[in-house]
Nanobody, 122 residues
Framework: QVQLVQSGGGLVQAGGSLRLSCLAS????????IGWFRQAPGKEREFVAA????????IDADSVKGRFTTSRDNAKSTVYLQMNSLKPEDTALYYC???????????????WGQGTQVTVSS
């Protein structure tokens, strides 16, 4: 089992920045791929970004490329999602997720954080 606890998020004006954190406990954190997903009201959950167990490889959704950056600190069992140049359409509930072989599909992740709200005002 892996437990994920998220922090960060909040309300920001368009063009601003926020950083989300995802703290893991349980099994060896460094073995897991960590993904970020988001879900806006009335929409399906969508992939945002993912980072490999070593942190050497990341993938980003086209909608966030160049604006969002994922990083991890395995010594602290924490993954970060730095969000810059935020837009109103980034408003959503953001989740981190973990699995051994995570991809850009939510169904490939077994463990999920509780979600944290990000609201971007125009």
């Amino acid at each position: 089992q892996v437990q994920l606890v998220q922090s960060g998020g909040g309300l920001v004006q368009a063009g601003g920045s926020l950083r989300l954190s995802c703290l893991a406990s349980g099994r060896t954190f460094s073995n897991y791929v960590i993904g970020w997903f988001r879900q806006a009201p009335g929409k399906e959950r969508e992939f945002v970004a993912a980072i490999s167990w070593s942190g050497s490889s990341t993938i980003d959704a086209d909608s966030v490329k160049g604006r969002f950056t994922t990083s991890r600190d395995n010594a602290k069992s924490t993954v970060y999602l730095q969000m810059n140049s935020l837009k109103p359409e980034d408003t959503a509930l953001y989740y981190c997720a973990a699995d051994i072989r995570g991809t850009d599909s939510a169904t490939d992740y077994r463990y999920w954080g509780q979600g944290t709200q990000v609201t971007v005002s125009s």
